[in-house]
């Protein structure tokens, strides 16, 4: 209703224009107002106080005829949301969007999921000793895919990965925890050592902090798991002697004695009392000064330990960067589009597949 009211009274002031403005000349030139929509003049003359509320009521004014029922009417293609793929009936079916593939992320769920599979299926009293790899990661999947949601559905490579590249983080984390929890053996909560070991972490790790606290709860009291951190420890450790200076004497500097006392001692006059007094403060003194000896030994074993795990951490670090590396172009190898390769090229690419697969998860064969 609005619309048509503004439509219909900017048709009629126009023709206002012309009349009272006879030199009139119309913007972007007369061609212009020949496309105008056509008006009709008034048939009957307009006063001098014509004003345009009363345009309406003085004449009547004739819209544009409309478009002939046939017509076609030219509309501009809309724009398509940003994101979406126009298909069209005739065109090729594939998109980009069907190449693509979705990477989906680990959830707190799908990790513990994956650590209690590998528990399962490694506790196994008849054969969970006894079975290869291939069997042995099979089952994980079986399991884990068995307690997932249907849209959350892994393959063995995806859990081999995924497990490899966590178990090394857990494996450093731990020493962490170890090497702390051997430096404050007494007063100190497991809160406390958590962010102890934290700490240390992080310096080891360019600051960044221990995300898989709750696989390593789970993990950590586990027989098997243990075995396999112990065996990792082997593999990986080196050896670092560390140099401890030998225990220095404590006893302090013997005091001059006095001028009265040599005096006394030189004549015999000192009483016996006061010799087994002397005897008696200097055995305290004694026993004070070993048990300060004590003290400053179990600190200097401490710090032995503490500068020797600190050491292993470091190198294994180094060694766990390469182990890394090597991963991700094993991932690039095994995602590498084989269509083009020639059938050499193929067999290269599965004997370099195998010779990495044994680096990486050469440990889990032997399950």
């Not at 398509?80 to 680990?106: F, H, M, N, P």
């Not at 789970?218 to 450790?237: V, W, Y």
């Not at 180094?318 to 090229?345: F, P």
Request: proline share 5%.
């Amino acid at each position: 209703m609005v619309s048509s009211m503004c439509r219909h009274l900017r048709h009629s002031v126009r023709p206002l224009h012309l009349i009272h403005n006879k030199n009139f000349y119309p913007p972007n030139g007369f061609v212009n107002l020949i496309n105008q929509p056509y008006m009709p003049m008034p048939s009957q003359p307009l006063g001098e106080n014509f004003h345009f509320v009363g345009l309406t009521q003085n004449f009547n004014t004739s819209l544009p005829p409309p478009p002939p029922p046939n017509a076609k009417r030219t509309q501009k293609p809309s724009r398509l949301a940003k994101g979406t793929i126009q298909i069209d009936g005739d065109g090729d079916a594939t998109t980009e969007e069907s190449k693509a593939v979705k990477k989906r992320y680990w959830t707190h769920d799908e990790e513990v999921r994956l650590a209690s599979a590998w528990l399962n299926c490694s506790n196994d009293p008849i054969h969970g000793n006894d079975k290869k790899g291939e069997t042995f990661w099979k089952e994980i999947a079986e399991y884990f895919n068995k307690h997932a949601p249907a849209d959350r559905q892994r393959d063995v490579n995806q859990l081999k990965i995924h497990w490899t590249r966590l178990k090394t983080v857990i494996n450093n984390f731990n020493g962490c925890w170890s090497a702390v929890s051997k430096m404050h053996t007494s007063g100190y909560s497991d809160d406390q050592l958590m962010d102890e070991a934290q700490k240390m972490y992080a310096n080891g790790n360019n600051g960044k902090p221990f995300t898989l606290v709750h696989w390593w709860k789970t993990l950590r009291n586990e027989p098997k798991f243990c075995a396999q951190i112990s065996q990792m420890d082997k593999e990986k450790g080196q050896s670092h002697t560390i140099d401890i200076t030998e225990d220095r004497d404590l006893l302090p500097s013997q005091r001059p004695i006095g001028r009265d006392a040599a005096k006394a001692q030189r004549n015999g006059k000192r009483k016996a009392e006061e010799v087994l007094d002397g005897i008696a403060r200097l055995g305290d003194s004694i026993n004070k000064i070993v048990e300060v000896q004590q003290d400053r030994k179990q600190e200097r074993e401490k710090v032995a330990e503490t500068q020797l795990e600190i050491s292993r951490l470091q190198l294994k670090a180094a060694q766990e960067q390469k182990e890394a590396k090597l991963l991700e172009v094993y991932s690039s190898l095994l995602q590498q589009d084989t269509s083009q390769l020639s059938d050499q090229g193929k067999i290269n690419r599965e004997r370099t597949l195998q010779k990495m697969e044994l680096k990486l998860f050469g440990d889990s064969a032997e399950d």
